[in-house]
């Protein structure tokens, strides 16, 4: 229930070691408002987790401090809630481990049991990739007003007949709110596709129609995910959001069209 959330009430910072304290939530709760059938997702795709704050003692009790990489699948039944993650790996700032490794399986195992799918973790943050290091078109210097700011307007959305075209579109400008606590969440979006070309201007209205709507990273993209390729009808879709970070973790979910090999992970400058 949203009343057992630790997410937007004080909670105090754990002592000892409790995987108790991830909070899953069912992928569903989203889904069933976008019409997806949970048996038949017409998307792949993961949540991608950067952890900047993970540290444990070895067994002589020095500390050890460490930076994780944790993808989530699309298709597990739960995700974990951003605050419950940063508490759960906050727990074992006091824990002993003989060996790195028995750290990393410990939270792929407690990761997975809360997601309800295997979970992959790796130590260590992908390289910061540079906004001119490959070929995606920023549309955030169009010159055009924008007055909508919620709830998210798929009616923007518009592709020319003529085609098809294979292009990557970027956007710094995705903002939306914690459905809890009501704070910002900002995010970079790249969106990949082919088929009829994409226009511009409704995109970018579309995606800052999200200013101001109430909904979980992964959930956005989805939104994102299910809207352009209802209205715009692409032959394959990527969309993958960066989303900046926020208590020591960011996310970066992505969602494709089946068949597709997922982005190579990278890090926003703004990460």
Known sequence: MASDLPLGRDVAYPRAYDPALLFPIARSAGRDALGLDPAALPFVGHDRWQAYELAWLDARGKPVVATATFTVPADSPRLVESKSLKLYLNSLNAARFDDPGRVRELIAADLAEAAGAPVAVAFGLPAVAGQDRDDAQTIDDLEIGIDHYGPPQPDHLASDADGPVAETLRSALLKSNCPVTGQPDWASVDIAYRG????????????????????????????????????????????????TRRGGLDINPWRATPGLEPPAARRDPRQ
């Open 196 to 243: 009829p070309r994409i226009d511009r201007a409704g995109l970018l209205r579309y995606l800052v129609s999200f200013r101001d709507h109430a909904e979980f990273h992964e959930q956005c993209v989805e939104r994102i995910f299910t809207d352009l390729a209802a209205r715009c009808r692409p032959q394959w879709l990527s969309v993958e959001a960066r989303y």
